[in-house]
């Protein structure tokens, strides 16, 4: 075969296995993902944007490693002239979200300090060029049985006792 002429693509491998693309593997694999809650939880954590146009916008950190930056083809999108094509990336090493610079422009701050890496917790302020983040891994909007819920528990166990008591008058 001439060198001007490209190998036509392979079907299958040696073995008969289906051969994917890097974007194939990527499709199918959001396909078979969860969908995220958009609730923040220690398996599940978000970016969630501070003040601008990215206020409370919320990105979901899913497992493994997340590419951050301008371009469509990341993981995580940030239309933000100030981010750079490809920013940086989100990893999960044993437990730990680590945020790695990839040689931006105008850089990644952790908590106000420019870094290449840093281990990331829960209520830290990430910078990527001007767009801001905080990374949760708990939501701050609290449990689903809040003050209401207790509220209305409450007046209910109030209202039976009531009756209760209208029911014992009755009797003696």
Do not use: C
């Amino acid at each position: 075969m001439s060198p001007n002429k490209s190998m036509p693509r392979r079907s299958a491998g040696p073995q008969g296995t289906r051969l994917f693309s890097a974007e194939e593997l990527r499709l199918q694999a959001d396909e078979l993902a969860p969908a995220p809650t958009g609730r923040a939880s220690v398996h599940e954590p978000v970016l969630e944007g501070v003040g601008g146009e990215h206020d409370r916008q919320r990105y979901t950190v899913r497992p493994g490693r997340q590419t951050v930056g301008r371009r469509g083809d990341n993981d995580i999108v940030i239309g933000d002239s100030s981010v750079s094509a490809s920013h940086a990336w989100i990893m999960n090493q044993q437990g730990h979200y680590v945020i790695m610079n990839t040689l931006s422009t105008n850089g990644t701050f952790v908590n106000g300090q420019r870094i290449h890496e840093a281990v990331l917790r829960h209520g830290d302020r990430v910078r990527l060029g001007l767009a801001e983040f905080v990374f949760l891994t708990r939501d701050k909007r609290g449990p689903r049985f809040g003050k209401p819920a207790l509220l209305g528990t409450g007046l209910l166990i109030l209202a039976g006792l009531v009756i209760v008591a209208g029911l014992a008058w009755r009797l003696f």
